[in-house]
T-cell receptor
Framework: DVKVTQSSRYLVKRTGEKVFLECVQDMDHENMFWYRQDPGLGLRLIYFSYDVKMKEKGDIPEGYSVSREKKERFSLILESASTNQTSMYLCASTPGQGAYYEQYFGPGTRLTVT | RKEVEQDPGPFNVPEGATVAFNCTYSNSASQSFFWYRQDCRKEPKLLMSVYSSGNEDGRFTAQLNRASQYISLLIRDSKLSDSATYLC???????????FGAGTRLTVKP
């Protein structure tokens, strides 16, 4: 069974703080993704990575950065948290590139920025 | 206009009912199609892929209509455990271009 874990289920941070969200997958998957999910908007892709030290911007990268130093770990960084970054953050992984792979999601981190 | 549109619901149905959801997508070049299920405060999980010929998995049937650019999900003999949000997902190229609908919420009542 693929397992994707995220470091926190719930997080409360103050405006301006630097925030780290960690994601780890245990199935040697090549590709990892960070999404945010907001009511009425669906999941939106923030960043993704196809390999160690490789990153690509998704649809809404502004205000975020990522790090992939090891294959199994993909971190999302909010450089200076703002209230409009209050959201559910979901990490996902897939075994390869291609249109037909299932995405395996972590349990999500519900971030509140006050 | 959103790339993937779903009726948000909620759909409230009694146990045993048949319920159908539709989803429309705007990119005619879309390559692959999926339904994911998301329980309250949980992560999305793949329910089924959707193939051009249509496919069935137990009580669930998925259909794809490329000409009209919509996919559908039919649930027969609804169970209480089917209560969830169903996400329509369309993949335009590689798996970095997956587009998610906002979801349709289903509540099955006794």
């Amino acid at each position: 069974d693929v397992k994707v874990t995220q470091s926190s289920r719930y997080l409360v941070k103050r405006t301006g703080e630097k925030v780290f969200l960690e994601c780890v997958q245990d199935m040697d998957h090549e590709n990892m993704f960070w999404y945010r999910q907001d009511p009425g908007l669906g999941l939106r892709l923030i960043y993704f990575s196809y390999d160690v030290k490789m990153k690509e911007k998704g649809d809404i990268p502004e205000g975020y950065s990522v790090s992939r130093e090891k294959k199994e770990r993909f971190s999302l960084i909010l450089e200076s948290a703002s209230t409009n970054q209050t959201s559910m953050y979901l990490c996902a992984s897939t075994p390869g590139q291609g249109a037909y792979y299932e995405q395996y999601f972590g349990p999500g981190t519900r971030l509140t920025v006050t | 206009r959103k790339e993937v549109e779903q009726d948000p619901g909620p759909f409230n149905v009694p146990e045993g009912a048949t319920v159908a959801f539709n989803c429309t997508y705007s990119n005619s070049a879309s390559q692959s199609f999926f339904w994911y299920r998301q329980d309250c405060r949980k992560e999305p999980k793949l329910l089924m892929s959707v193939y051009s010929s249509g496919n069935e998995d137990g009580r669930f049937t998925a259909q794809l209509n490329r000409a009209s650019q919509y996919i559908s999900l039919l649930i027969r003999d609804s169970k209480l455990s089917d209560s969830a949000t169903y996400l329509c997902v369309v993949n335009n190229r590689n798996n970095n271009d997956m587009r998610f609908g906002a979801g349709t919420r289903l509540t099955v009542k006794p």
